[in-house]
């Protein structure tokens, strides 16, 4: 088919290579504007751009699509560009810009979506964070046709995959990618067939993945052990979860919960005893043990690699979100 493909970060260029790997033909690429980015922020082009150009295809970075918002100019000219392609679908995958009703109506098959969720559960910007933060045991993918709702159309494909115990966003968005481009290339052959059989979402079980915030990555240590182990994950590698200890922030980017027994007097984000190179957290409910863990300007280091260069001891306490 004849596509425009719509996407930004690594998530969407996996499904662009995908669909040139099975044969489409992608006219033309809509991505975000460059960014800055690094510690020079110099201004960086998006995965999706630097992977079109590398394939010489013609790439678009409007602001806006809405041709009646800030940026006119550059809609009508993205308008001109669409149109000129006469694309039978648009391939969209976390573009980061909402997509007006002329954009939907303009392919032939209209916009398809390649969502990284099982919908209409995690409706929303970060479906994956979101997914491994509330324990979920499995996700998925749900390619679903585009209408002006945040999420709301009508499902076309979806499949499931476990999220293992030691998964993080990092590791489970690779399989999603991955699952994500194959789904939409079988997406594509069956509306070629015309077999595809749209699917409203169900009413019940609809969920939100707020987009992350970085002051969510900060641990309250008066949470469960299992629920700070879960945002741990959820937190790898964006924006990485953190504590303060002795005016030093610190990272996580590993733990594991610990059977050990949790002293009752011990307070939240105290460090617990322990009889080797490990760190272990007193929680609101349980004890966490930290296995992998960041200075500020270093590098991820395992636990004992990380205690040879930054001395704690039992009773030594991580500092709660309000002390911060």
Known sequence: MNLIFAG????????????????????????QPDRPAG???????????????????TVAQPRSLRLDGKF???????????????????????????LPQWVLDAPRLGCLNIHASQLPRWRGAAPIHRAIEAGDAQTGVTIMQMDAGLDTGDMLLTEAIPIGPADTTGSLHDRLAALGGDLIVQALEQAGAGRLQ??????????????????ESVIDWSQPAAVIERRIRAFNPFPGAQTRLRGELLKLWESEIDSGHRPIDAGSGQILPSSGAEIRVACG???????QLQRPGGKRLPVADFLRGFELAAGDRFETPGEL
Do not use: N
């Open 39 to 57: 510690r020079g922020m110099k201004l960086q082009a998006s995965p999706v751009k630097q992977f079109a150009q590398a394939q010489g295809i």
């Open 198 to 215: 749209p699917v409203p979402q169900p009413r019940q079980g609809v969920t939100y993945a707020h987009k992350i915030e970085k002051a």
């Open 285 to 291: 409910d349980g004890v966490l043990r930290l296995t």
């Open 72 to 98: 006119p100019e550059e809609a009508a000219a993205a308008r001109a560009a669409i149109a000129a392609t006469g694309a039978d679908a648009m391939i969209v995958a976390a573009y980061g810009l909402i």
């Open 8 to 31: 930004t970060p690594e998530f969407a260029r996996a499904a662009l290579a995908r669909l040139l790997e099975a044969g489409h033909a992608v006219s033309l690429v809509l991505t």
